[in-house]
């Protein structure tokens, strides 16, 4: 799926995509005053990557203010739990620099999940940990376990906040002592 910009290939700065953001979780709560997770369903992939790219990049407290954080993790579990899981369980590892992710099977599906955002990550020149984000929400997991994340990981925190209780720490496992 390519991430489409409205402004004809200019990535839009910092105040525009926290305003696009913004305007998304407005026009949400207008037109939902009880959750109503199948309304969720034309919430556009555009808004969901420049949330997960400002939360990663700049930190959830630079972006928003802590209301709107927590309505639109709110928002966005919404959005995961509606959406037709594409995997039981979801490894995701840290591996010297990088973020690897897996299966159940122990297959690596990073490639599988994160190509879909190649050409965003290409033109745009996205991180390493905007890739992995929004390759998890892609895949949108029943379950999400987190292998030797880093002590301060705004990738783990974002993931945390989003998953809930979904979203698990392996306290030590053989994955975890190989990477
Ligand atoms: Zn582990």
Redesign the pocket.
């Known amino acids: 799926m390519a991430i489409q910009c409205d402004n004809n290939n200019d990535y839009p700065d910092f105040a525009q995509r926290r305003q696009i953001v913004l305007d998304a979780l407005e026009k949400y709560s207008k037109e939902n005053t009880s959750i109503v997770p199948s309304g969720f369903v034309d919430f556009r992939l555009r808004e969901l990557y420049y949330f997960v790219e400002a939360i990663v990049s700049h930190g959830a407290d630079l972006f928003f203010k802590e209301k709107e954080y927590e309505e639109f993790t709110h928002l966005l579990r919404l959005f995961i739990d509606q959406k037709e899981s594409r995997e039981q369980i979801l490894h995701v590892i840290w591996q010297n620099d990088d973020v690897r992710l897996c299966n159940k099977r122990g297959r690596d599906v990073t490639v599988k999940y994160e190509k879909e955002f190649y050409q965003a990550a290409a033109e745009k020149g996205i991180s390493r940990e905007d890739l992995a984000i929004s390759a998890i929400i892609a895949a949108a997991p029943e379950k999400l376990?987190l292998?030797?994340p880093p002590e301060s990981s705004p990738l783990k925190d974002a993931l945390q906040k989003i998953f809930g209780e979904k979203c698990k720490v392996?306290?030590?496992?053989?994955?975890?002592k190989n990477s």
Do not use: K
């Open positions: 376990v292998h030797s392996c306290t030590g496992c053989n994955i975890c």
